[in-house]
């Protein structure tokens, strides 16, 4: 699991809880674990997130990615190619990467637009950078919560996309999700390319979250 | 109605036959009613259309803006600016608009990118343009027989967006949806900077279309 924030914390507990032996990848794990004063007031830090989960190492990006079959980026869109470069091409090699990232920029307040879109994603780029990860976008269409519980909203009648170049790689994140989170409509949209549609989706995404007031939403793809 | 394509037809022929008086407005009325040959194979000339729904006038853009009541942007995105030049903002001031325009462009061939995006929208461009017209942006994320017709997608059962600054104008344009085609669920995302979401959500939807192979297809907003 690459990054400690909300998405890496969730997806790490409910792959612990299930019997998987995550480990949670950090820039500096020292650093991270010894900040004291929260971000927000309703996010635990680190530190008291880790006492509760305490199973689950937090380790750099480098020792978590040589420990893991497969990978994780819940990094912050922004520091998800740094973080992997930090992990290391040889630590990446080979393996599936399930690319949850979306590539919102902040500094022009929110809501956020993306730094990349339209001819590029940040799917793509990743993928370019790491030509031997296989690289499967997924999950950066839906809060935390819903990512590890779809059943959690409306019973988990709603939809889940999937993007990368690797068949293979695809097949097996869909078995993944299935198994592990309980997902039941997965849509393959097609190459790496396709990563443009879901983190376009995103600012659709945040207008909903303003207009409903949640962040406990989805979408069904009716057809 | 502004624009003679699939969706300009398929929204007047449904107007007229619910008993509206629905003009149709062209670049060129003359012009577009003596093509011969069609642009693609399966879809009428506007000349075979009109012989089967000579109640609806096919007109100027100015001749049309003029006797609506309410105006429909259906023209093609990269048009849209132009057409309503062409229209004449003394034919638009006061009026609501129906935007359902995306600013596609498919220089780069399929699928195609946005020639506006991201921090700004078609949308916002059409309010600037013309202030004293009610854009209201919607419809834009549907095919055109799903317009008309919401029911004929799985009974109905999924969603449809607003966006516009003018509050008026939306809780118009939700009672005409609602009448007029039958549509249920309509979620007011807010002003016309919302129509940056709606309009960044169609490269998830032309990948859709490719995954799913056809364009009867629609999302239902889970919440």
New interface residues.
């Given amino acids: 699991m690459l990054g400690t924030g909300t998405v890496g914390r969730t997806i790490a507990a409910k792959l612990a809880e299930i019997g998987h032996g995550p480990v949670i990848g950090s820039r500096d794990p020292v650093a991270a674990l010894a900040v004291t004063e929260r971000a927000r007031p309703d996010v635990e830090t680190l530190g008291e997130w880790h006492a509760q989960n305490e199973a689950i190492p937090v380790a750099t990006f480098s020792d978590a990615a040589a420990h893991g079959e497969a990978l994780v980026n819940a990094t912050n869109g922004a520091g998800s190619l740094s973080a992997l470069e930090l992990a290391g091409a040889a630590n990446l090699a080979g393996k599936v990467l399930i690319d949850i990232s979306n590539p919102l920029d902040f500094s ?1 307040g929110f809501p956020p ?2 730094f990349v ?3 590029d994603s940040l799917g793509e780029q990743i993928q370019r950078a790491f030509p031997a990860l296989k690289v499967v976008k997924t999950l950066n269409t839906v809060t935390a919560s819903i990512m590890v519980d779809p059943g959690s ?2 019973g988990g ?3 889940l ?1 999937l993007s990368g170049d690797d068949p293979g790689a695809k097949e097996q994140v869909t078995t993944w999700l299935r198994g592990w989170f309980g997902w039941r409509d997965v ?4 190459d790496i390319t ?1 990563a ?3 983190e ?2 995103l ?6 979250l ?3 007031g ?1 962040p ?8």
């Fill in positions: 022009k637009t993306l879109a339209n001819d909203l409306t009648d709603h939809t996309f849509i393959d949209l097609g396709t443009r549609g879901v376009m989706y600012p659709l995404w945040v207008r909903l303003g207009a409903l949640s406990k939403l989805n979408v069904r793809v009716v057809r």
